[in-house]
């Protein structure tokens, strides 16, 4: 069902990247556009596919009962926090790479959001094509920016993982890292 889902959201993504490039008169405002939507959906692919995500409340009503037969307060069984696996899916990792692919910078933005340090790392292993953010990532961490020192010091040490696991594919992209 996943994989269907995806397929799909894929399709739909051609279509509104259509839609946008006829609807807006000026390009650089309909890339912004696609560049932004492009950024949400794969924060969210990411964070999805690293089991990041968290859902607070009761799994079901049986177990909900039991603990609260069990327990003096039922609320604390309602913030219960649930977490979730990390999902191996072949076609989340490929539309990544695609998007990657498709929007330089789009690593540079992630990991300014500062996605969990599991995301970055699921990054780092299946998406090789981060390496392009290369030059983005050592602008944000050299010359003045409004980063603070977690923030940057966040991004150098995903700017590192990221040499260390591609460098070798284009090592005079990756020695600024």
Do not use: F
């Not at 959201?9 to 259509?18: D, F, I, M, V, Y």
């Not at 037969?69 to 913030?79: L, R």
């Amino acid at each position: 069902l996943r994989k269907i889902a995806l397929l799909v959201l894929e399709r739909l993504l051609e279509a509104n990247t259509q839609i946008v490039m006829r609807m807006e008169p000026s390009r650089r405002v309909a890339d912004e556009i696609l560049a932004a939507r492009d950024l949400i959906l794969t924060r969210c692919l990411v964070i999805v596919a690293t089991g990041e995500y968290i859902l607070r409340g009761n799994r079901n009503k049986n177990e909900s009962n039991n603990n609260n037969n069990n327990s003096s307060s039922s609320s604390s069984n309602t913030n219960e926090i649930h977490p979730h696996e990390p999902i191996q899916c072949s076609i989340t990792i490929h539309m990544v790479r695609s998007i990657v692919s498709h929007r330089p910078g789009l690593i540079t933005m992630l990991i300014k959001q500062e996605i969990p340090d599991k995301a970055v790392d699921w990054l780092v292993e299946h998406i090789p094509e981060c390496l392009s953010d290369a030059q983005e990532l050592t602008t944000c961490l050299s010359g003045r920016n409004p980063l603070t020192a977690a923030e940057r010091l966040a991004t150098a040490d995903a700017a590192l993982r990221i040499a260390i696991s591609h460098g070798y594919r284009d090592e005079g992209r990756a020695q600024p890292l």
